[in-house]
Every structure is written in structure tokens, then in C-alpha cells.
């Protein structure tokens, strides 16, 4: 350890090294906590693992808890400029609705740690975490309101139908089964999508379904997610 | 502290006089576990809010792992025999899942404390909870062979609907999106009845709802759940 490198970041020694040094520390810090817990795993052990004082660590975050919120606040930031790249496309509410919810589950599923499960954490009650919780207030009411046009555009419903209420929530509470999923190592490999079908089915849409798919991925190109 | 108690229970001081004294471990360790972390909560901190001795507190659980597993075990075994007393009613598959994810649903919907979400922790992986992801285990099969039943006795499906994989265990993960939506304090007064009703309409079940609801409701007193 040299005297030099006190107190700042160091740029050597680390094993991800296509990564920026924050980035190592939120990849190395995912791995700690969801595999070890994150009250058991301390910041000394997190610089540690990527080879890095924990002073230097510090420099980049000044507590545990936030790095558990940029993870947390990711998870949440990044399908909400999804939508909003996907609003300036003007689409029908079902592909708005099935491309959004695709991109939400495809990094769900398909980020180097499972997160998603870190969530519930009491933890995150805390004031610490307030962003966080406001930008998954803000995407439970996305999905809420993008539901509410998909329920809106079909056909009146028959006596047998079942409809669900939009204030239920329950496009967004399935994509919150894909951590369970995930921890549980069950899943397709078409997971996402199945999730985005899923979403559609559950509000009652009927209709082409891999011509909606289609729709959905090439929103999401057009969208550059 | 008289030495006529060491390592023996207490029965007296505690606070939730109504349950024995592991009961009140129990429901202590689950408010804490729940509202401090699982491992922030020593078992000392436990024994402390029961009014109990640490010495008294392993008199009956080994372990602080020992009073999660039986918790979480709990939440697994109760549906699994409300399944047993179910079946030996023979009803229509309809009204077997249906009142099966009513119970299951109730009580993780109105437990003194939102005990599913511990089920995604770290710890949990390990050997000792080997019997409770069994148990779990046990009950998402069930859950599939139900569903597998219901879509079964379904008439054929037309080009426009959506069929779900019986293998994605879609009615499973809707009862886990209970202690996420506990954990957020959203919900509707009648949310596992909702929970049900959602789980039958996204298998495409179609039908009188009310009668499904009144079947469900009869076949739960006649099992004695």
C-alpha cells in the first residue's frame, strides 16, 4: 500500500477491469449481498473483493447504504427512461405496454446479480432510501396507468369475463415475480417475454400474439433499449 | 434472576400471555426479523422482548435459524394441509385451486407480521432450511398440478388467447406477490379473494364468478380451514 494512493481511488489490482471503479464496487457489492446478506456484508469486505482500500471506497460512496440504493435506484431508473424513449414513439397502449414491461424484465433477468430480491429489505424503509422508493412509486403508477389504456381500448367485457382493477397493479406485481423466479433457478429462457404476455393476458387483450411481439421488439429498437 | 430458572423456560413477565412460550418466540423474532433484518436481530434481542432469559429461549430453539425455519416452514405446511383436507372433498379443479390460493393467501396476507418476505434471504439457501424449500417446493407442484387440471377441463383455446405453461408455475408466483404488496401497504380489503379470482381468470377460466367464490367459500368450512 503506498502513500500515495491514500484516501483515493486506486486504478490497479482489480479483477473487472473493463469496469469503471464505482461500477466494480456496485458489481462486487450486488454479488456480497445477495449471496451473503447485506447486513452481514460490511464495506471493508466489499473493497476487499475488488481490491481496493475501503478509504478509496469511500471516496466513491459514503456508506453501505449508498451503494444498496444506486443498485436499487437502477432497477427502477432504467425502465422509466425506457418509457419515456417509448412515449415519443406514439404507440398502441398493448406494445407501449408489452415493450416497457420487456425491457423491465430482461434486466430483472439478466443482470450479473439478482437485486430485485434486495428490495424488501427493511433497510430500505428508511429515509436513505426515499429516491429509490419514489422512482418505483413511479413506475408501479406507469404500469398502472398504461393498464387502465389497454383495459380501455377493448371490447366491453362479458358477464364471464374477469376484470382486473388497474389499482391492483397487477402488471407491475408481475414483474415482480421475476427475482422469486430468478432465486428459485426456474424460469424459460423466453422469461421476459413470457412476463410481457403474461401482462397483456392477464388485463383481458386478445389478438395476434407475434405480430404484438413483433411490434414490441421493434418499439424497443426504435426506442434504442 | 433466581438459579431455580437457569436454562429453564420462564413463564411469567411476557407480554402475549394467550400463546406458550414458543409461540411468543416466535412472534417476537418474526417483528423483529421483519422490522430490523434477520440478521441485525440477535437471539439475545429476542429473548429480551419476550421477557425471557437467552439461556430459556434455546430450551426450545437451538438456533436463531432454528425460529426462522420453523416460521417459514409454517407458511408452507399450513396451505399443504388445507391441500390434504381439500382433497378428500373431490371438487371441481376450479374450486380446489381456488379455495387452496384463498387460504394460502389469507395467511400470508393477515399474519401478525409480513413474514414472506424472509423467504428470499440468503440464509435461507443454506442446509438448514432444506425442509422449508422442500416443503415449498412441494407446494409450487401443487399448485402446477392444479393449474394443469384447470386448463385441462377448459374448452380449446381460439387463435387470440393466451395459454400459459402450466411449468411457469404462473399461480404460485401470483401468491408470492403478497408479501410485496403487504410490504408496500397497497392492497384491497378483499386481497386474497382478489388473488384468487386472478389466478383462475389467468389460467382462462370462464364462468359465474360469484358461484366460484360461494364453491370456494363452502369447500374452506367444510375442510375446516
Redesign the interface.
Known sequence: MNAASRGRPRHTDRSRTDLTAPEEILQAAAELF???????TSTRRIAESVGMRQASLYYYFPTKDAILAELLNDTVQRPLECHEALRALDLAPEVHLHALCSADCTQLWTSPWNVG?LC????VRTERFAEFRSGRTALRLTYRELSARVLAALPAP?A???V??P????VF??T??L???R?DG???DRQPG?IS??A???LGW????DRLRAGSARALRAAGA
Do not use: F, K, M
Open positions: 445477495t449471496q451473503h446478506g447485506y447486513a452481514a430480491v424488501l429489505l427493511p433497510e362479458r364471464e369475463d374477469y382486473p382493477d389499482a391492483a397493479d397487477v406485481r408481475l415482480e415475480t427475482p422469486n423466479l432465486s426456474l424460469g424459460a413470457r404476455d403474461l397483456l393476458h392477464v386478445r389478438g395476434d400474439w
